[in-house]
């Protein structure tokens, strides 16, 4: 019995079922073999060495615009190849901040723009406005990813 259960595995393997979605780092997925399902990924640094961003790339980002991919490729499938949900568990960083963050790797990704945090919350200088066309034109890409990416900025006990 055990074995056929995990000959089921090797089948669904072998019908692209187990591959996992890119973290965009192709060097880090030939070893973690992408983000998988039901795998714990632990990140470990120093205060201010990056963490968050990294894990916001390879594991929510990345990820995300990959299965966004996948489906597009898959339009006309019955049983789609991969699923996509992710519970961000955020207590040091609100939820408005962090799609904020998100905003300006999609600018980055979508028009090769750096622009960060502060400039688009006219910290230093009021944003211009074709950059809060740019900037509001990334609303329907975030809230789509809303749909699979659910935040918890709050203490959750």
Same mark, same amino acid.
């Given at each position: 019995? @055990? *074995?056929?259960?995990?000959?089921?595995?090797?089948?669904?393997?072998? !019908?692209?079922?187990?591959?996992?979605?890119?973290?965009?780092?192709?060097?880090?997925?030939?070893? #973690?073999?992408?983000? !998988?399902?039901?795998?714990?990924?632990? #990140?470990?640094?120093?205060?201010?060495?990056?963490?968050?961003?990294? =894990?916001?790339?390879?594991?929510?980002?990345?990820?995300?615009?990959?299965?966004?991919?996948?489906?597009?490729? !898959?339009?006309?499938?019955?049983?789609?190849? @991969?699923?996509?949900?992710?519970?961000?568990?955020?207590?040091?960083? =609100?939820?408005?901040?962090?799609?904020?963050?998100?905003?300006?790797?999609?600018? *980055?990704?979508?028009?090769?723009?750096? #622009?960060? @945090?502060?400039?688009?919350?006219?910290?230093?200088?009021?944003?211009?406005?074709?950059?809060?066309?740019? #900037?509001?034109?990334?609303?329907?890409? @975030?809230?789509?990813?809303?749909?699979?990416?659910?935040?918890?900025?709050?203490?959750?006990?």
């Amino acid at each position: 019995m @055990i *074995f056929d259960n995990f000959l089921e595995d090797v089948d669904r393997g072998r !019908q692209g079922f187990n591959v996992g979605l890119s973290t965009g780092i192709k060097p880090l997925d030939q070893v #973690i073999t992408g983000v !998988q399902r039901a795998t714990y990924y632990l #990140i470990g640094g120093n205060t201010g060495t990056g963490k968050t961003a990294f =894990a916001d790339h390879a594991f929510v980002l990345k990820p995300y615009a990959n299965f966004l991919n996948n489906r597009l490729s !898959q339009k006309y499938s019955e049983t789609p190849l @991969i699923s996509f949900r992710v519970f961000y568990y955020s207590m040091e960083i =609100a939820a408005k901040r962090k799609i904020a963050k998100w905003v300006c790797w999609l600018m *980055f990704e979508r028009h090769k723009m750096i #622009i960060d @945090i502060n400039e688009v919350y006219s910290k230093r200088s009021t944003l211009s406005e074709e950059k809060y066309r740019l #900037i509001s034109s990334c609303r329907d890409y @975030i809230e789509g990813m809303m749909e699979y990416i659910h935040i918890f900025d709050h203490p959750i006990n």
